[in-house]
């Protein structure tokens, strides 16, 4: 059984930089065909997708976190990681991760999340 | 810029009742979207994608329809354990951003 966990400080201070990894257990991180994805949620808010690191280390963050964010792939420990830079009170969150593997689907072009970590929140404070 | 809206922002029914929410996309996504159920503390679970597709697992009082830009999700039979925010997704374009969800009670 394939699952996520995600890992890291709950506490950053303003200005630092917020790192967080997907250890991800039951499969190969190197296995192919997967976006490996993270999203987060505010309080009491929505969910915000954050960017994804496909299979081969190409990646795409979503234009409104600029160029705060990198994402990158450890196959030898089997998982992935967030950084995102110059944190402050608005990114406190709970931060998920999450897979999204292209043969979900039947169609030709698929982006399923299929498989969440628990999540993990993250305060920015002083 | 791509938005995704979705309707009501939240709803009470009965156990037993049909209830229906909408997704509305800025532009056309085709059938590219996606359904979660996200429960109280809780990570969100997928339901249904490509509009129309129930994830394995997910209980069949569970539908989605629709294309283009307007998309339903319907739970045929309420139950206690249906009670959690829903939220769309799409995928036809970058980024895949979800809409703000609608939360489903049970009166």
């Known amino acids: 059984q394939v699952q996520l966990q995600e890992s890291g400080p709950g506490l950053v201070k303003p200005s630092q930089t917020l790192s967080l990894t997907c250890t991800v257990s039951?499969?190969?991180?190197?296995?192919?065909?997967?976006?490996w994805t993270w999203i987060r949620q505010h309080p009491g808010k929505g969910l915000e997708w954050l960017g994804y690191?496909?299979?081969?280390?190409?990646?795409f963050y979503n234009p409104s976190l600029k160029s705060r964010v990198t994402m990158s792939l450890d196959t030898s420990k089997n998982h992935f990681s967030l950084e995102l830079s110059s944190v402050t009170a608005a990114d406190t969150a709970v931060y998920y991760c999450?897979?999204?593997?292209?043969?979900?689907?039947?169609?030709?072009?698929?982006?399923?999340?299929?498989?969440w970590g628990q999540g993990t929140l993250v305060t920015v404070s002083s | 810029d791509f938005q995704m809206t979705q309707s009501p922002s939240s709803l009470s029914g009965f156990v037993g009742d049909r209830v229906t929410m909408t997704c509305q996309a800025s532009?056309?996504?085709?059938?590219?979207l996606n359904w979660y159920q996200q429960k109280p503390g809780k990570a969100p679970k997928l339901l249904i994608y490509?509009?129309?597709t129930l994830e394995t697992g997910a209980p069949s009082r569970f539908s989605g329809s629709g294309s283009g830009t307007q998309f339903t999700l319907t739970i045929s039979g309420l139950q206690p354990e249906d009670i959690a925010t829903y939220y769309c997704?799409?995928?036809?374009?970058?980024?895949?951003?979800f809409g703000p969800g609608t939360k489903v009670d049970i009166q």
């Open positions: 999450a897979r999204a593997p292209t043969g979900h689907c039947s169609t030709s072009s698929c982006y399923a999340l299929d498989l």
């Open positions: 039951g499969a190969s991180i190197s296995s192919g065909g997967n976006f």
């Open positions: 690191i496909y299979d081969s280390g190409s990646t």
């Open positions: 532009q056309d996504i085709n059938k590219y």
């Open positions: 997704q799409q995928y036809d374009h970058l980024p895949p951003v």
């Open positions: 490509g509009a129309s």
